[in-house]
């Protein structure tokens, strides 16, 4: 097999990026707006978290091509944020990856690959510039090239590789599966990276099979997989009438209600009641439509909609939870998959608290005081039944 990406050494670093040795300011400004952006979304690091900001790789050097991303790491003390840092690295890799989807990261046409690492994790790159300091923390020098082509384990690694994708092109149906590859290959360059520096065996067999067209590919392939996956959820819920449903119910004998949106009753409150334990002993009291209540006109209307929207950002946030449950325990991690549960429940309470809230400004308070006279009869009647049967 032909190796299309050739080891390229220049005299000078990247003049699209750098004038001399020094970073452009446009880029600097580029690269702080992404990073500032990523930062404020995320939940699971805080500006005061991160220590530093630093450009590896490739484009930090003078071996790029026109093909070499721009790595940008940023610099966390792990242990400052959770006693379990491993923890903090998947949830870093989900948002990352989350993030990766929602903005087009490229600056002058070349791409920009952000990534969480922790202060005491050793980059190997032959050169590392702090974008905070606006100076080198390593000036890279001139390596001779290493001529893979003539490599044989490198060759019969990269014909394994090119005949897996193009068999997972042409058969995969669900895009999670290509998702997997696309996570495999570039945990195979930043662990080769790490340990080998960035002209090291796996690194170098990334940039080949993405010159090779083969992860643009599977990107690609991935997004049409997703276009059909989304557009056949919309058609599914296309067919069925969405209705609001009030769920009152009981959790560990406190009342709370929540407002779901389905096609049936019983759905609804299967959404409700699968977001808890058996340990948060969920009883359902009642469900009802609701298509006519919500924030209405009134003083306190606006207030309502911001705690509304505030309780469906919390649901969405244990979502998100849960997904990392599933993850950790695909991972085999269970102590990593308690620690997220408690924090689940953490959010569950955040979510019974602001409904709590909500009830003292709600236009529809009358509605939820009707519940809680409900709950308390049903309290007071199974009370009664237990002490009868004593």
Same mark, same amino acid.
């Given at each position: 097999m032909?190796?299309?990406?050739?080891?390229?050494l220049?005299d000078t670093?990247n003049?699209?990026?750098?004038?001399?040795?020094?970073?452009?300011?446009d880029v600097?400004?580029?690269?702080?707006?992404?990073? &500032?952006?990523?930062?404020?979304?995320?939940? =699971?690091?805080? #500006? *005061?978290?991160?220590? %530093?900001v630093? !450009? +590896?790789?490739?484009?930090?050097?003078?071996?790029?091509?026109?093909? &070499?991303?721009?790595?940008v790491?940023?610099? =966390?003390?792990? #242990? *400052?944020?959770?006693? %379990?840092?491993? !923890? +903090?690295?998947?949830?870093?890799?989900?948002?990352?990856?989350?993030?990766?989807?929602?903005?087009?990261?490229?600056i002058?046409?070349?791409?920009?690959?952000?990534?969480v690492?922790?202060?005491?994790?050793?980059?190997?790159?032959?050169?590392?510039?702090?974008?905070?300091?606006?100076?080198?923390?390593k000036?890279?020098?001139?390596?001779?090239?290493?001529d893979?082509?003539?490599?044989?384990?490198f060759?019969?690694?990269?014909?394994?590789?090119?005949?897996?994708?193009?068999?997972?092109?042409?058969?995969?149906?669900?895009?999670?599966?290509?998702?997997?590859?696309?996570n495999?290959?570039?945990?195979?360059?930043?662990?080769?990276?790490?340990?080998?520096?960035?002209?090291?065996?796996?690194?170098?067999?990334?940039?080949?099979?993405r010159?090779?067209?083969?992860?643009?590919?599977?990107?690609?392939?991935?997004?049409?997989?997703?276009?059909?996956?989304l557009?056949?959820?919309?058609?599914?819920?296309?067919?069925?009438?969405?209705?609001k449903?009030?769920?009152?119910?009981?959790?560990?004998?406190?009342?709370?209600?929540?407002?779901?949106?389905s096609?049936?009753?019983?759905?609804?409150?299967?959404?409700?009641?699968?977001?808890?334990?058996p340990?948060d002993?969920c009883?359902?009291?009642?469900?009802?439509?609701?298509?006519?209540?919500?924030p209405?006109?009134?003083p306190?209307?606006?207030?309502?909609?911001?705690?509304?929207?505030?309780?469906?950002?919390?649901?969405?946030?244990?979502?998100?939870?849960?997904d990392?449950?599933?993850s950790a325990?695909a991972?085999?991690?269970?102590?990593?998959?308690?620690?997220?549960?408690?924090i689940?429940?953490?959010?569950?309470?955040?979510?019974?608290?602001l409904?709590t809230?909500?009830?003292?400004?709600?236009?529809n308070?009358?509605?939820?005081?009707?519940?809680?006279?409900?709950a308390?009869?049903?309290i007071?009647?199974?009370?009664?039944?237990e002490?009868?049967?004593?």
């Amino acid at each position: 097999m032909q190796i299309t990406e050739s080891f390229e050494l220049h005299d000078t670093l990247n003049p699209k990026i750098w004038d001399g040795n020094i970073l452009k300011s446009d880029v600097e400004e580029a690269l702080i707006k992404i990073v &500032s952006e990523y930062i404020s979304t995320s939940e =699971v690091i805080t #500006e *005061n978290d991160v220590i %530093d900001v630093n !450009l +590896v790789g490739s484009n930090a050097s003078y071996n790029y091509t026109e093909e &070499s991303d721009l790595d940008v790491h940023i610099v =966390v003390n792990m #242990e *400052n944020i959770s006693c %379990d840092p491993e !923890l +903090v690295q998947i949830a870093c890799n989900s948002e990352k990856s989350s993030f990766n989807k929602n903005y087009d990261l490229s600056i002058k046409g070349i791409q920009v690959e952000l990534y969480v690492e922790d202060v005491k994790a050793s980059t190997e790159s032959n050169g590392i510039y702090s974008l905070f300091k606006k100076e080198w923390i390593k000036f890279p020098t001139k390596i001779e090239n290493i001529d893979y082509s003539k490599d044989q384990n490198f060759i019969n690694e990269l014909t394994e590789y090119k005949n897996r994708i193009e068999n997972i092109l042409s058969t995969s149906s669900r895009a999670i599966d290509i998702q997997d590859e696309i996570n495999n290959l570039y945990n195979m360059r930043r662990e080769s990276i790490m340990t080998e520096g960035e002209y090291g065996f796996g690194n170098q067999l990334f940039k080949e099979i993405r010159s090779l067209g083969l992860l643009d590919s599977l990107k690609n392939k991935k997004y049409e997989l997703s276009s059909k996956e989304l557009s056949l959820e919309s058609k599914k819920l296309g067919e069925h009438i969405m209705k609001k449903y009030r769920i009152n119910y009981l959790l560990k004998e406190d009342y709370h209600y929540s407002i779901i949106d389905s096609d049936n009753p019983d759905t609804a409150v299967n959404d409700v009641v699968n977001y808890f334990t058996p340990e948060d002993n969920c009883k359902i009291l009642s469900v009802e439509e609701c298509n006519n209540q919500g924030p209405q006109e009134g003083p306190d209307a606006g207030l309502s909609n911001l705690l509304i929207t505030s309780i469906n950002d919390e649901w969405t946030t244990i979502s998100s939870y849960n997904d990392l449950v599933i993850s950790a325990r695909a991972e085999g991690r269970e102590d990593i998959a308690k620690i997220i549960e408690d924090i689940t429940n953490e959010e569950v309470n955040h979510v019974g608290m602001l409904q709590t809230a909500l009830k003292l400004v709600s236009p529809n308070v009358s509605n939820v005081q009707d519940g809680e006279q409900e709950a308390t009869e049903i309290i007071n009647q199974e009370n009664t039944q237990e002490a009868s049967s004593i």
